[in-house]
């Protein structure tokens, strides 16, 4: 009897020395400082376009702040939805990090009936990155210097004029179907697949009306071979602070356009507080405000982690009340 429990008892500590050996990497690795190892950026759009400039700037702050690299990888396609299913079924160990845009996450989530992840069960908000909108803008050949004279121009002329954005269901489209129910309009859309498409037909003559990101006209803008007459979101941009905002003209609207930074739905805690911290730092930067004027972004609400997943909340339920009474149906 005394053998055979002894026998038991080697047995035991055997078995317990091998779990301990196990178990021990997995616990040093538990308890190691955050982030030990590079952490992936996916941006949910292509090389250099406004998101891809905001992300690189974002990459390049938390590098230094962090001591890891935070390495930049572009995920094309789908209107942000590659990207942004990605990070969804990835580990959420917090080293995969989605930056992306506001209609890639709410456009998405209201006019797709399914979607390849759960918005609100697969993704985790952590911050929250400008708030600026949709530029309605014109060709010099358009009779109209401002929004008004636009208006009253397209209400006498139901149905002449095309408009261009940058695809169905797109922030532009979206936006003049706003503005179209609000105003009593009639404009007929044209999806493109890219901004840089849609500029460049204006440019060609091609095209006199569209909606397009704040952002890439600027250079036109600034030559005079494009006029813009209106700004959808909350604020005007700093770079065109006379072009007015839908609501000042009398038409409420108060969605704007952002971008955000995302986790995998059950990355601790602990780490998405650290990146929406990180964030609100590097938005006070000086060299921060000067790239946002540059590129026409409005100063960044400074949000918290609830604050910012209560924005997507939100516009995901304006966004849906809008493409319903548009009746706006995904391609």
Same mark, same amino acid.
């Given at each position: ?9 080697? #047995? ?64 094309? !396609? ?145 030559? !005079? ?43 601790? !805690? ?10 609100? #730092? ?50």
């Amino acid at each position: 009897m005394r053998q055979a429990s002894t026998t038991r008892m080697v #047995r035991r500590d055997i078995l317990l020395a091998a779990m301990a050996a196990t178990l021990a990497p997995l616990a040093q690795a538990q308890g190691a400082p955050w982030p030990n190892r590079q952490v992936k950026l996916v941006v949910s759009s292509a090389a250099g376009g406004p998101t891809d400039l905001f992300a690189r700037l974002f990459a390049e702050q938390m590098s230094k702040t962090f001591g890891q690299p935070f390495v930049v990888e572009n995920r094309v !396609g789908a209107n942000g939805l590659i990207g942004n299913d990605a990070v969804a079924k990835s580990a959420p160990d917090g080293y995969t990090l989605l930056f992306t845009f506001a209609a890639a996450i709410a456009m998405n989530h209201a006019l797709l009936p399914k979607l390849p992840y759960d918005t609100f069960k697969d993704l985790q908000p952590v911050a929250q990155i400008g708030a600026t909108g949709t530029l309605l803008a014109v060709s010099p050949e358009f009779p109209a210097s401002n929004i008004r004279e636009f208006i009253d121009h397209v209400r006498a002329n139901p149905g002449k004029f095309n408009y261009g954005s940058w695809g169905q269901g797109s922030g532009g489209h979206l936006s003049m179907e706003a503005l179209s129910h609000a105003a009593g309009l009639k404009l007929n859309h044209v999806p493109y697949k890219s901004i840089p498409q849609v500029i460049t037909d204006m440019l060609n003559g091609n095209l006199q009306v569209a909606f397009v990101d704040p952002f890439t006209p600027m250079q036109h803008i600034r030559s !005079g071979k494009i006029r813009p007459l209106m700004i959808s979101g909350t604020r005007r941009g700093p770079a065109l602070p006379d072009v007015p905002t839908m609501s000042e003209v009398g038409y409420r609207f108060e969605a704007d356009a952002w971008f955000g930074l995302f986790f995998p739905a059950g990355t601790p !805690g602990a780490i998405t507080q650290r990146v929406n911290e990180e964030v609100a #730092r590097i938005l006070r930067l000086a060299d921060t405000a000067a790239r946002f004027t540059a590129l026409n972004m409005p100063f960044s609400p400074i949000k918290t982690v609830d604050q910012f997943t209560q924005t997507v909340k939100d516009d995901i339920a304006t966004w849906a009340a809008i493409i319903k009474t548009a009746n706006i149906k995904p391609e």
